[in-house]
């Protein structure tokens, strides 16, 4: 499993491009498909990036859970598969091409962060990130209500 971590300002540019930074692909295992797949997060205002590989562990196990005879799973897994970009980094310069959709459903101008996250990358809109940070006081607050090692 890959494990991305730091942050990495980049910029698009004018045909839509985004560079993936180069030590977010050097966090990649030597053989890992280039291939990810890009969503909107549900709870903040940023794009997901995960491997295909994560992709579909992730994809799997989420649709175990349904009952295909449940009209409500189906259209749970309808609006679940919805509004997802594969995309491939380019061999020369490592760009990825994001949907305008999903860049614009995030408020995406010019500025962008990429964040590792563990599992997923994160693309953030930078003014953005920038609003998302917590305090420190509000980080204790929260580690205090994490249940004990079980």
């Known amino acids: ?16 491009r985004l560079v993936l ?12 498909e280039m291939k990810f797949v890009v969503k909107k997060d549900i709870f903040e205002d940023c794009l997901e990036m ?11 196990e989420t649709r175990s859970r349904l009952d295909n005879f449940n009209p409500d799973h189906a259209k749970f897994w309808r609006a679940y598969m919805r ?4 995309v491939e980094p380019d061999a020369k310069y490592g760009r990825i091409t994001i949907s305008k959709e999903l860049l614009n459903s995030i408020g995406v101008n010019k500025d962008v962060v990429f964040s590792g996250n563990d599992y997923k ?5 930078k003014e953005k990130f ?10 204790l607050s929260i580690a205090g ?3 004990a090692k079980r």
Not at 7 to 12: D, Q
Not at 50 to 60: A, D, F, N
Not at 130 to 139: G, R
């Open 1 to 16: 499993m890959v494990t991305f971590v730091g942050k990495y300002p980049s910029k698009i540019d004018d045909k839509g």
């Open 21 to 32: 930074p180069s030590p977010l692909k050097r966090m990649l295992p030597e053989g890992t």
């Open 50 to 60: 995960y491997t295909m590989e994560e992709w579909q562990r992730q994809s799997e």
């Open 83 to 86: 509004d997802r970009d594969i």
């Open 121 to 125: 990358i994160e693309i953030w809109a």
């Open 130 to 139: 920038e609003a998302s940070a917590i305090s420190n006081e509000e980080f």
């Open 145 to 147: 209500t994490l249940p």
